[in-house]
Antibody
């Protein structure tokens, strides 16, 4: 079965850091770009970050709201992706979804995890 | 960055109705647009990519159209399982989502 599973969420104090993980299965991880999307309680979807496959340079893109604070990385040898989140604030409280990004120039997010909850609170 | 605006933000409809949701981009995005369905608290599901291509396994009552700045998602003959929240998304470099359209039962 093709799937991705997120982990690493939890309760964290404002100003602290947290690292989320995304573990794929059922597909060749190295061939795909990946993305993170979050959803604050009762709110809509917000795209967070994107990482291309190694074939396209493994480069990253970020939403303005997290640029400079969040870092998206991947380790193809271990088939795992990470979202390092620094200087967290209460507005970062959300369910964080990892998604497979299908395509090469334009992308669609065709496989989603179940999400991991991040709560930023003192 | 490109902004994506959906309308309406919510609508009420009956089973069997034809429903149309609109998404407008702040600048031309060709056909770089996806549509998703979400039934909270579940993860979103891809319905349409490249503005009008139906994702495998998605019922044919769903269709997408448009290019440039104006796009539509149409559901012909709304089914009980279609009551959900629908999002459009720009599909290149900065993957901005629209604010969502909640389809509720009338």
């Amino acid at each position: 079965e093709v799937q991705v599973v997120e982990s690493g969420g939890g309760l964290v104090q404002p100003g602290r850091s947290l690292r989320l993980s995304c573990i794929p299965s059922g597909f060749n991880f190295g061939n795909y770009a990946m993305s993170w999307v979050r959803q604050a309680p009762g709110k809509g979807l917000e795209w967070v970050g994107f990482i291309r496959s190694r074939a396209y340079g493994g480069t990253t893109e970020y939403a303005a709201s997290v640029r400079g604070r969040f870092t998206f990385s991947r380790d193809d040898s271990k088939s795992i992706a990470y979202l390092e989140m620094n200087t967290l604030n209460t507005e970062d409280t959300a369910v964080y979804y990892c998604a497979r990004a299908r395509g090469s120039y334009i992308f669609s997010f065709d496989v989603w995890g179940q999400g991991t909850m991040v709560t930023v609170s003192s | 960055d490109i902004q994506m605006t959906q309308s309406p933000s919510s609508l009420s409809a009956s089973v069997g109705d034809r429903v149309t949701i609109t998404c407008r981009a702040s600048q031309s995005i060709s056909t770089y647009l996806n549509w998703y369905q979400q039934k909270p608290p579940k993860a979103p599901k891809l319905l349409i990519y490249s503005a009008s291509s139906l994702e495998s396994g998605v019922p044919s009552r769903f269709s997408g159209s448009g290019s440039g700045t104006d796009f539509t998602l149409t559901i012909t003959s709304l089914q009980p399982e279609d009551f959900a929240i629908y999002y459009c998304q720009h599909s290149h470099t900065i993957f901005t989502f629209g604010g969502g359209t909640k389809v509720e039962i009338k």
